[in-house]
Nanobody, 123 residues
Framework: VQLQASGGGLVQAGGSLRLSCAASGRSVDSYAMGWFRQAPGKEREFVAG????????GYADSVKGRFTISRDIAKNTLYLQMNSLKPEDTAVYYC?????????????????WGQGTLVTVSS
């Protein structure tokens, strides 16, 4: 499985971005997926996760109510809608997939990773 993240960029505080993660190589319709982020000098942290069928989602407290994770099974694509962005959301965002039905909060729980896309939020 190859994952390709896109959609990052520079945005002002309060703005929105939508990240995409296209999977190729095989279908990920039975895989749970997640978004993580890593800011300079910090460890990679969980942002959001979604179950294999989209029925279950979870968010870090820092993004709850502002970010929405979703997936399009037919397009083999994962999304992260980010609204009300803050400067502290600045980071490289990574998508990940795991060969289990339910997402994990731990980065070590994922077997496949995208290359990351940079999100910069200016104040």
């Amino acid at each position: 499985v190859q994952l390709q993240a896109s959609g990052g960029g520079l945005v002002q505080a309060g703005g929105s971005l939508r990240l995409s993660c296209a999977a190729s190589g095989r279908s990920v319709d039975s895989y749970a997926m997640g978004w993580f982020r890593q800011a300079p000098g910090k460890e990679r942290e969980f942002v959001a996760g979604i179950s294999w069928n989209g029925d279950s989602t979870g968010y870090a407290d820092s993004v709850k109510g502002r970010f929405t994770i979703s997936r399009d099974i037919a397009k083999n694509t994962l999304y992260l809608q980010m609204n009300s962005l803050k400067p502290e959301d600045t980071a490289v965002y990574y998508c990940a997939a795991r060969t289990y039905n339910w997402y994990s909060l731990q980065s070590t729980g994922y077997e496949y990773w995208g290359q990351g896309t940079l999100v910069t939020v200016s104040s």
